[in-house]
């Protein structure tokens, strides 16, 4: 008999529950972002108290076990129960460290049997893995081959916890006491063949965004809601390309509607929803495609996600992408952007996991009628092609992920023409990519609010000034004075009523002449790294004109903060936790440096940027062979300069337009 009960991690310490992963489960791959992600929710819930933070179920097995403990096969589920599970590791650390006085999940790390300490979770018949924990659990942190996946994500999680400097007492509390799972346990005797199928063929409910979507549909007209599920239905996919999703959902030829003379100001068919649904109504009526029901639409009986499985092939290949944001983010961005039009009252906040909740507080309760629910929906395709046209995608580029813009390209085959996506080639281009990933990188994951008045602006004004905008909203965004500005989600309606919105003089001498050491927030360093680029990409090497931004955590001491008395490149005390000290790395290469001397750091530095450069900063830094608190204090005010003489230039290119 399958039975289902709400837990939490203080329940599974009370009822001593024990958790294997089977063999048949393939091993822990989260990567980075998905961390983040889920530390960034459970932060903000904690903070605000919420009352429950509920992540899902998880699907198990109970298997026969000895003594007062009971022990079950994590069937499905296995990653986030692992993230949790290793974030309680990440805090049992910095407990140690003296962060704080109680780490509420000590007991959640291990259960106590018999006089032993026995890890919550286990690993059967993967040796190395259970070796990698025992070593982990006696707080050592070894590199093991078949663990590395494991070994960063603790990394990931411990310095996510220093940076944010959470609270690990009032923390690990909550995550104990406040974050439910739903545990469904299933008979012995299941045939996990079939579970599986079941599993990987359909999920276990309908997502949020699916009811979103047949709420909307049942405002509409019968006759109406076949074209617009189809417009919605090439929304949500955000795998790929709107107008290859819309070929697949339709076998409508999108090329037909790509006007290439009038693509540069966004005025082709395409992005124009009131013509995609006209051109979906005429394919319809001429049977040039299979019509779909609209219980079809609302039960999924044809799934979307089945549908996208089978990716269009062009001259190109298949393009494999990834959004930077998920599609009920995407929606609420649209949200934003229809209650502005519609003259309502902006969101408090976005969340991924309060889709339908927001939806209903902020707009569905007022009862929208059928023709707000069209514009609505033909808003979300319109952002949505733009979205996909001007913003930064995951883009798999010779077996790594990049950031990139690929714009849509009409190729006129033999077949007869076909959209593709081609690469973005001018240095103003590029520089507009690099400043969203630069945005991207630095703020919160799960929101990126600079994104509602960027989409706001590219359908208001269209894409000719959107580089020099961007460039404006970030200067008068992120670099005012925050005590005044309120929330970002405020801050970024101003600039949806005014895109041009000035939040005051600029100067952020007083900031970075702070010595804050490893509490400098993040957003400078990434900045910086953006402006170096801008302003030097012409008079460096090809190596410089190509950097890219990647995910940095950790902000390292360039003269180390315990400092060897042989090396000749030490700065004082006064200069060591200065702003032109620090650079901001990853933290696989901050463990790498450590407290090694300046002329070592600089070798591998050097020898590492021969054919990409991971710091702007640390290149400049890394040209002296010598360190010392005079050059520090040259770096720092260089760096300041370059920064005001960055807003001026920003303040020059906005006078010409306005």
């Not at 996990?192 to 009811?211: M, P, T």
């Not at 269009?312 to 949200?335: K, Y």
């Not at 309060?354 to 609505?376: C, G, M, N, T, Y």
């Not at 450069?613 to 010598?626: A, C, E, F, P, R």
Request: hydrophobic share 40%; aromatic share 10%; glycine share 4%.
């Amino acid at each position: 008999m399958v039975s289902s009960r709400r837990i939490t991690l203080g329940s599974v310490i009370e009822e001593r529950y024990l958790f294997n992963v089977p063999i048949y489960q393939r091993l822990y791959v989260w990567g980075e972002e998905q961390i983040r992600v889920l530390l960034e929710d459970l932060n903000e819930a904690c903070h605000e108290q919420r009352p429950v933070f509920y992540l899902g179920g998880v699907l198990v097995i109970e298997r026969p076990q000895r003594g007062l403990s009971r022990r079950f096969d994590l069937i499905d589920g296995q990653q986030r129960f692992t993230t949790l599970w290793l974030i309680s590791i990440a805090c049992e650390k910095l407990a140690a460290e003296g962060a704080c006085d109680t780490n509420h999940l000590s007991d959640y790390r291990v259960q106590k049997v018999n006089g032993s300490s026995l890890p919550r979770i286990s690993f059967p018949i993967r040796p190395n893995v259970e070796r990698f924990f025992e070593h982990v659990l006696a707080g050592e942190l070894p590199a093991v081959a078949e663990a590395v996946s494991l070994k960063n994500a603790i990394d990931t999680i411990e310095g996510f916890l220093r940076d944010k400097m959470v609270d690990i007492e009032q923390f690990t509390c909550y995550l104990r006491d406040k974050v439910e799972l739903v545990l469904t346990e299933v008979p012995a005797e299941t045939d996990l063949n079939k579970l599986f199928e079941i599993i990987n063929n359909r999920g276990v409910q309908l997502q949020h965004h699916e009811i979103l979507k047949a709420r909307l549909l049942e405002k509409l007209p019968a006759d109406e809601r076949t074209a617009y599920g189809q417009l919605w239905d090439a929304s949500a996919h955000m795998s790929d390309y709107a107008e290859r999703n819309l070929r697949q959902v339709t076998e409508l030829k999108v090329a037909k509607l790509y006007d290439q003379d009038k693509a540069h100001s966004d005025g082709e068919k395409l992005a124009r929803a009131r013509l995609v649904i006209s051109a979906l109504n005429r394919a319809a009526r001429s049977d040039e495609m299979e019509t779909l029901s609209l219980d079809t639409i609302l039960t999924g009986d044809v799934e979307v996600e089945e549908v996208h499985g089978r990716r269009v092939e062009d001259e190109q290949g298949a393009l494999r992408v990834r959004s930077i944001i998920t599609f009920p983010m995407l929606l609420q961005h649209v949200l934003r952007i229809h209650l502005m039009r519609t003259e309502q009252e902006d969101l408090s906040r976005i969340l991924d996991k309060d889709l339908l909740l927001i939806f209903q507080q902020s707009w569905l309760r007022h009862k929208p009628d059928a023709d707000e629910v069209r514009d609505f929906l033909m808003l979300l395709w319109e952002v949505r092609y733009r979205f996909d046209k001007h913003i930064i995608k995951w883009v798999e580029e010779e077996d790594e992920e990049i950031h990139a813009i690929r714009r849509p390209r009409l190729n006129r085959g033999e077949s007869g023409p076909s959209l593709v996506r081609a690469p973005t080639t001018t240095s103003k281009e590029q520089g507009f990519a690099l400043l969203q990933s630069m945005l991207y990188h630095s703020q919160q994951l799960t929101t990126q609010y600079w994104l509602t008045p960027l989409l706001n602006f590219l359908l208001e004004e269209g894409p000719q000034h959107a580089f020099i905008y961007l460039k404006h909203l970030d200067n008068h965004l992120l670099c005012a004075d925050e005590e005044d500005g309120g929330s970002l989600a405020e801050r970024t309606w101003r600039f949806m009523e005014d895109p041009w919105f000035r939040s005051g003089e600029l100067d952020v001498t007083e900031v970075l002449n702070e010595t804050q050491g490893t509490s400098f927030a993040h957003y400078w360093f990434y900045k910086l790294e953006f402006i170096l680029w801008d302003q030097l990409k012409d008079k460096n090497s090809k190596a410089w004109r190509e950097f890219r931004m990647t995910a940095k955590n950790s902000v390292e001491h360039v003269s180390p903060q315990q400092r060897k008395s042989f090396d000749s490149s030490r700065v004082s005390a006064e200069w060591l936790d200065a702003f032109g000290n620090l650079a901001l790395v990853s933290r696989s290469i901050n463990s790498e440096y450590s407290n090694k001397p300046y002329a070592e750091k600089r070798a591998r530095f050097v020898e590492k940027s021969r054919e990409r450069v991971d710091s702007l900063k640390m290149t400049l830094i890394y040209k002296n062979k010598l360190w010392n608190d005079e050059l520090v204090e040259a770096h720092q005010n260089e760096m300041i300069g370059r920064f005001a003489q960055y807003f001026r230039a920003v303040d020059r290119g906005v006078a010409r337009i306005t």
